[in-house]
């Protein structure tokens, strides 16, 4: 089974900031990587897909990169709406999501 | 508009069976892979099990191998997950969610707001 790590569990950061997410895969996955953000009491969202592709609809402030094993999803500039949990998902062999991120409000 | 309504949650004593349902609208159901996802109270997110539009690939995450199975009815936009045997551990919150691109397995777009699933004597 492939595991996915993300870093940091926890981040506090301020409006205006440049957050980065960090996805690890315990083998390759290519670009098979996906994104989602999740707010409390609401069901996760798609943010990007094949490790760099926006979905529609998703602010450009967004954006992923990376392959093989290594990922990163990346906020150019924090906003009031972008603070919830982030989770990365591999789909090349079946579906694993990472634990998850929590932004939070510094 | 994708809509897609789990029902079928509810408190279930361990080792008793529970089928929750899920009915979609707003696409054609019978070209797209679906899947349930659960989130146990304050967790992460768990894949269990999904099938293919042609029901050519069902797949199960090994933790509800041999005790959940999933099926679908093309004819009533529906999508079920069978649970037997069910443990403390199974307690979430159940999604039924949907493949992005049709006649693909891969990338999840649509979720429902799920159902509660509580296991507990």
């Known amino acids: 089974d492939i595991q996915m790590t993300q870093s940091p569990s926890t981040l506090s950061a301020s409006v205006g900031d440049r957050v980065t997410i960090t996805c690890r895969a315990s083998?390759?996955?290519?670009?098979?990587l996906a994104w989602y953000q999740q707010k409390p009491g609401k069901a996760p969202k798609l943010l990007i897909y094949?490790?760099?592709t926006l979905e529609s609809g998703v602010p450009s402030r967004f954006s992923g990169s990376g392959s093989g094993t290594q990922f990163t999803l990346t906020i150019s500039s924090l906003q009031p709406d972008d603070y919830a949990t982030y989770y990365c998902q591999q789909y090349t062999s079946y579906w694993t999501f990472g634990q998850g991120t929590k932004v939070e409000i510094k | 508009e994708v809509q897609l309504v789990e029902s079928g949650g509810g408190l279930v004593q361990p080792g008793r069976s529970l089928r929750v349902s899920c009915a979609a609208s707003g696409f054609k159901f019978d070209d797209y892979g679906m899947h349930w996802v659960r989130q146990a109270p304050g967790k992460g997110l768990e894949w269990l099990s999904g099938?293919?539009?042609?029901?050519?690939?069902?797949g199960y995450a090994d933790s509800v191998k041999g005790r959940f199975t999933i099926s679908r009815d093309d004819a009533k936009n529906s999508l079920y997950l069978q649970m037997n045997s069910l443990r403390p551990e199974d307690t979430a919150l159940y999604y039924c969610?949907?493949?992005?691109?049709?006649?693909?397995?891969?990338?999840?777009?649509?979720w429902g707001q799920g159902t509660m699933v509580t296991v507990s004597s």
């Open positions: 094949k490790a760099s």
């Open positions: 099938m293919s539009w042609n029901r050519g690939t069902i």
């Open positions: 083998q390759s996955i290519s670009s098979w």
């Open positions: 969610v949907k493949d992005r691109v049709a006649g693909t397995f891969g990338v999840f777009d649509s």
